[in-house]
């Protein structure tokens, strides 16, 4: 069955026309040959200048268009499906995020337990840094999540200011008792502590400027004369 094959080949083929026919490559300009088959279609030299010819196409698409094309899927999509890759020459990654994401897991499952156990050398040889890592991310997420809270509540505050006074009025009058014993224990404790508004009321009281050096002055002096009234306490009580 089927059309039986001709022997002849060449200028002997029955439906020869012609020997070599000379065409210009459109993509280098050298000149070069094909049979007559191929006369009217042929604008290449080689491979080499196709591959230059689809890779310049392929640029100008991403480029002008927007648009690329994923040698694996098949598919034209647009370049917001492609991952972003620098030292590409159009910028992108090959494959689609798509193909990519499978080619990866697909990667991943083959490597898997190389993978785990290079993860693993990896992380005990990088101890100290994954742990800095760690640190800083945990800071500047609670940061984040700091400011967010605050701004949330001062946006609250501001929406709900007229029913916050009310409801904190409220509660003075209930927790009033509460509320002054803490306040005259933080007192004690500051006093204790020294504390500069505390330092700085002295001061005012004995109409003394508050500046830096008086205030620190007034406290070595405080601190001394404390240690002066426990000294003798302890030696009213037969202690040294
Ligand atoms: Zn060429
Ligand atoms: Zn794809």
């Not at 070599?20 to 080499?48: D, H, N, W």
């Not at 190389?114 to 940061?143: G, M, V």
Request: with cysteine.
């Amino acid at each position: 069955m089927g059309s039986k094959k001709h022997s002849l080949s060449g200028s002997l083929h029955p439906k020869w026309k012609g020997g070599l026919y000379e065409l210009i490559c459109q993509e280098c300009g050298k000149p070069f040959q094909v049979y007559y088959g191929r006369k009217e279609t042929a604008k290449f030299c080689s491979r080499s200048c196709v591959q230059k010819k689809l890779s310049r196409d392929a640029l100008i698409a991403v480029t002008v268009f927007g648009i690329k094309r994923c040698p694996n899927c098949g598919e034209i999509k647009y370049v917001g499906s492609f991952y972003k890759h620098k030292g590409t020459s159009d910028g992108y990654s090959a494959y689609c995020k798509e193909c990519e994401k499978l080619r990866r897991k697909d990667y991943y499952d083959k490597n898997k337990d190389e993978y785990l156990s290079r993860q693993k050398l990896w992380r005990s040889e990088h101890k100290e840094r994954l742990r800095k890592q760690r640190r800083s991310q945990y800071l500047r997420n609670r940061d984040r999540v700091r400011d967010i809270r605050k701004r949330q509540q001062a946006k609250y505050r501001l929406e709900n200011r007229a029913r916050i006074r009310a409801q904190e009025a409220i509660s003075r009058k209930v927790n009033r008792e509460k509320i002054r014993s803490r306040a005259k224990i933080r007192a004690k404790q500051d006093i204790a502590n020294l504390k500069p508004y505390y330092l700085k009321q002295l001061l005012r009281r004995r109409e003394l400027a508050a500046t830096p050096k008086i205030i620190a002055f007034k406290k070595e002096q405080i601190m001394l004369f404390r240690e002066l009234k426990t000294l003798r306490r302890r030696l009213d009580h037969g202690l040294n």
